[in-house]
């Protein structure tokens, strides 16, 4: 999915902010292909479209991805690094400054969006002094993030003397900050300035913190919503994972198996009793692996493993697994491999049984999955 029908929409995004019934529709193809096209999703989307190691499925959110692809437009237009942001300054900027262009009148709707975004880029953006040669003395935001003329408005450019093209420059005599002392804003600003360094170097414009340029993957990470990392992330995003083994791991992981309990709240079935007769109601946490049936599977593939410890509940043995299964050694990835088969074998077996009516006198665990482990394993030559 992230290969085809994310990445058809990435150029669009990268050229114009994106309306928001334009975003709504493409994620709903995209919920539509990844559950089917039939009742509601598994996972809600917000969490389907974290990264990763943050529990989700390291689908973008697609708003975000669209302000992260338009702020490079802007970083173009302030480093006049394209034939397009040349034209902005020759026929859209003209003696204007990027910061304080109007957004009314005559725009396209991508260069009025683009100039919406400038508060965002602004708290990512760092306007580093050197011989104050390229920077606009008031309107650049060279003053700790924010311009002279946004602190002081226009009064302290009449108060100076300079008109409003002046560069920083203009403020700077034999290596020293000199600003005229005669107004309280002017008095001010010499005092705000003085802990800014002069240099012979030129000026120089930096995303997040000196000595970074701009990337889009960098963009996307400062402005998008953060969440914690989740433990488990490597024992299913490991680079040896067989995909459907991985994703029905993660389902589980999230509570989005649809067990006979939650199949009996919205009237699906008439009993929430486990399929594999033990008495007892078929939650998740008894399906993995407090049933006795369920259990003795997973027992026998711990032993395999040589693993010796009691079957522990649902989410202690999440913890387990990501404690004892870290890295990329040889056993520690055969643990992640046959972890993710049981999870998921379990669970067509569990379907089977409940809407197939097959209930075979054995089921063979280590049959079920020796075919797909031993292609996985094959690159360790065994």
């Not at 034999?174 to 240099?199: A, F, H, K, M, Y």
């Not at 009516?357 to 030559?381: A, I, K, M, R």
Request: hydrophobic share 40%; with cysteine.
């Amino acid at each position: 999915m992230k290969a085809t029908l994310v990445s058809m929409q990435t150029y669009w995004c990268s050229t114009f902010l994106l309306p928001r019934s334009i975003v709504k529709e493409c994620e709903r193809v995209l919920r539509k292909f990844l559950w089917g096209g039939h009742g509601r999703g598994k996972v809600k989307w917000a969490e389907v479209c974290k990264p990763l190691n943050e529990g989700g499925l390291g689908i973008k959110d697609m708003k975000m991805w669209n302000k992260a692809l338009l702020l490079k437009q802007i970083w173009r237009v302030l480093m006049e690094q394209s034939i397009w942001a040349k034209w902005c300054h020759a026929y859209l900027l003209q003696r204007f400054n990027f910061w304080t262009l109007p957004t009314i009148g005559l725009l396209s709707w991508t260069w009025r969006h683009t100039l919406f975004l400038r508060p965002l880029s602004k708290e990512h953006i760092i306007y580093r002094c050197g011989n104050g040669e390229l920077f606009s003395l008031w309107y650049n935001p060279w003053l700790h993030g924010e311009s002279v003329h946004a602190l002081y408005g226009h009064r302290v450019i009449y108060d100076s003397g300079l008109d409003s093209l002046a560069r920083v420059k203009d403020m700077i005599w034999e290596g020293e900050w000199c600003w005229p002392q005669t107004s309280c804003g002017l008095i001010d600003l010499q005092q705000r300035v003085r802990n800014i360094p002069i240099s012979s170097v030129p000026d120089s414009i930096h995303w997040d913190k000196v000595g970074e340029v701009f990337s889009t993957a960098r963009a996307w990470q400062g402005i998008r919503g953060r969440s914690n990392v989740v433990p488990w992330h490597d024992v299913v995003w490991h680079s040896k994972r067989i995909p459907k083994h991985a994703f029905s791991l993660w389902l589980a992981l999230h509570g989005a198996h649809r067990t006979k309990d939650k199949l009996l709240a919205v009237g699906v079935v008439q009993d929430a009793a486990c399929v594999f007769h033990c008495g007892q109601t078929e939650t998740l946490e008894h399906l993995f692996f407090q049933c006795p049936y369920s259990a003795k599977g997973w027992s026998d593939v711990l032993s395999l493993c040589n693993v010796a410890r009691p079957i522990l509940p649902w989410m202690n043995g999440v913890l387990w697994m990501s404690t004892h299964a870290k890295g990329k050694e040889f056993h520690n990835m055969i643990r992640k491999l046959v972890f993710a088969a049981t999870i998921y074998h379990l669970w067509i077996e569990r379907n089977r049984r409940c809407f197939k009516n097959q209930e075979p006198h054995v089921w063979n665990l280590g049959g079920q999955f020796d075919h797909s482990l031993t292609q996985t394993l094959h690159p360790w030559h065994l």
